[in-house]
T-cell receptor
Framework: GQQLNQSPQSMFIQEGEDVSMNCTSS?????WLWYKQDPGEGPVLLIA?????ELTSNGRLTAQFGITRKDSFLNISASIPSDVGIYFC???????????FGTGTRLTIIP | DGGITQSPKYLFRKEGQNVTLSCEQN?????MYWYRQDPGQGLRLIYY???????QKGDIAEGYSVSREKKESFPLTVTSAQKNPTAFYLC????????????FGSGTQLSVL
């Protein structure tokens, strides 16, 4: 099955830095989502985007639905220790029973 | 509190043995899913079920089996035919009409002895 391409694969940043990551697909999606997985836990939904060009925020997180419908972006401002984890993008089309997940971006904060 | 419970958290399998991973939800969700997670490979869908007594294969169903006898429960059996079973297994559920919003359990780490 298809998996979406996320970049970067991993990031090592200092506390307080801003973070940017993206997700690309060879096919279009009606919905883009971003999930976060804490170590040893299941992913949790952060943001859902339903319209091309849409920009949505959730606290320090901001995500965008790309105009082409083939990509999405996630930004985290002023990172804090609890931001550590793996961030997954996911694409979904109406009437489809399944999500397509990205390969993940692992975020590590350097002391 | 509503949620999804996976058990056990850690499981060990011997060669040639079948093992069953439990997944129970009290969110009254119709759909349930099983994903496998390997380091650096993201989440891959094993099986999913939209209603009781019905389920479909995902992208990597070989060597696995499921049942959906109750709405709340969706157990996954890792059979001896699965030659590389070591992975982190995640169960998820979603409400009807909102299939993109998955609620995940806390996972089961399966290792081979």
């Amino acid at each position: 099955g298809q998996q979406l391409n996320q970049s970067p694969q991993s990031m090592f940043i200092q506390e307080g830095e801003d973070v940017s990551m993206n997700c690309t697909s060879s096919s279009i999606f009606n919905t883009w989502l971003w999930y976060k997985q804490d170590p040893g836990e299941g992913p949790v939904l952060l943001i859902a985007l339903y319209k091309a060009g849409e920009l949505t925020s959730n606290g320090r997180l901001t995500a965008q639905f790309g105009i082409t419908r083939k990509d999405s972006f996630l930004n985290i401002s002023a990172s804090i220790p609890s931001d550590v984890g793996i961030y997954f993008c996911a694409g979904h089309n109406f009437g489809n029973e399944k999500l397509t997940f990205g390969t993940g971006t692992r975020l590590t904060i350097i002391p | 509190d509503g949620g999804i419970t996976q058990s056990p958290k850690y499981l060990f399998r011997k060669e040639g043995q079948n093992v069953t991973l439990s997944c129970e939800q009290n969110l009254n969700h119709d759909a349930m899913y099983w994903y496998r997670q390997d380091p650096g490979q993201g989440l891959r869908l094993i099986y999913y079920s939209q209603i009781v007594n019905d389920f479909q294969k995902g992208d990597i169903a070989e060597g696995y089996s499921v049942s959906r006898e109750k709405k709340e429960s969706f157990p996954l059996t890792v059979t001896s035919a699965q030659k590389n079973p070591t992975a982190f297994y995640l169960c998820a559920s979603s409400a009807r009409g909102v299939g993109e919003k998955l609620f995940f359990g806390s996972g089961t780490q399966l290792s081979v002895l």
